[in-house]
């Protein structure tokens, strides 16, 4: 499997706090997503990376912002979360060639109440 | 219309079965295509590649027309186990790089 881990794995919090989920990689993989994932709406791209402090928004980057300053380490930040990001959230990578997969972590599932 | 189109199903197949996946694509500058399998509350994985050849992994067998845009996955002899979604996912350089997921089609198994 690829060396992808996502933290934490599960977290219930309150509307209108912060949140930050963190996606660890040990592939050297250049590429690094976001995602989220609802009942009827399949995955959705939130942010993506194509290299450290290289970021862009995907479909549903409203409410959301990432960061990443090691190869390593992508993060996702709801800055004050609202009841409409509860989701699960997967991160994925992908190595540095068009003809390469996407490899997930196991996800996050966020709950916000 | 979507990019990338599956028929959502759900396929409700015995175990031994044969059952075929269609997928297509709008994209004639699509470049690479892929089959993943979801369980149910779990994250998507890779089932295999797509070659314009076509190929075979034991039971599965995957085939692509770029002619037609049409992409395949064929299971034999079906087990419980195969009991899942299986996404279509298509790497394409429309408009720069990205990567389109289909919806899904869900598989159910029975014994």
């Known amino acids: 499997d690829a060396g992808i881990t996502q933290s934490p794995r599960h977290k219930v919090t309150e509307t209108g706090t912060p949140v930050t989920l963190r996606c660890h990689q040990t592939?050297?993989?250049?590429?690094m997503y976001w995602y989220r994932q609802d009942p009827g709406h399949g995955l959705r791209l939130i942010h993506y990376?194509?290299?450290?402090?290289?970021?862009d928004k995907g479909e549903v980057s409203d409410g959301y912002s990432v960061s990443r300053s090691k190869t390593e380490d992508f993060l996702l930040t709801l800055e004050s979360a609202t009841s409409s990001q509860t989701s699960v959230y997967f991160c994925?990578?992908?190595?540095?060639?068009?003809?390469?997969?996407?490899?997930f972590g196991d996800g996050t599932r966020l709950s916000i109440l | 219309r979507k990019e990338v189109e599956q028929d959502p199903g759900p396929f409700n197949v015995p175990e031994g079965a044969t059952v075929a996946f269609n997928c297509t694509y709008s994209?004639?500058?699509?470049?690479?295509f892929f089959w993943y399998r979801q369980d149910c509350r779990k994250e998507p994985k890779l089932l295999m590649s797509?070659?314009?050849s076509g190929n075979e992994d034991g039971r599965f067998t995957a085939q692509l027309n770029r002619a037609s845009q049409y992409i395949s996955l064929l299971i034999r002899d079906s087990k419980l186990s195969d009991s899942a979604t299986y996404l279509c996912?298509?790497?394409?350089?429309?408009?720069?790089?990205?990567?389109?997921f289909g919806a899904g089609t869900r598989l159910f198994v029975k014994a």
């Open positions: 996912v298509v790497n394409t350089l429309k408009g720069g790089f990205k990567t389109i």
């Open positions: 994925a990578i992908r190595a540095g060639t068009e003809d390469q997969p996407q490899h």
């Open positions: 990376s194509y290299g450290v402090k290289d970021t």
């Open positions: 994209n004639s500058a699509s470049q690479s």
């Open positions: 592939e050297n993989h250049r590429y």
């Open positions: 797509v070659y314009s």
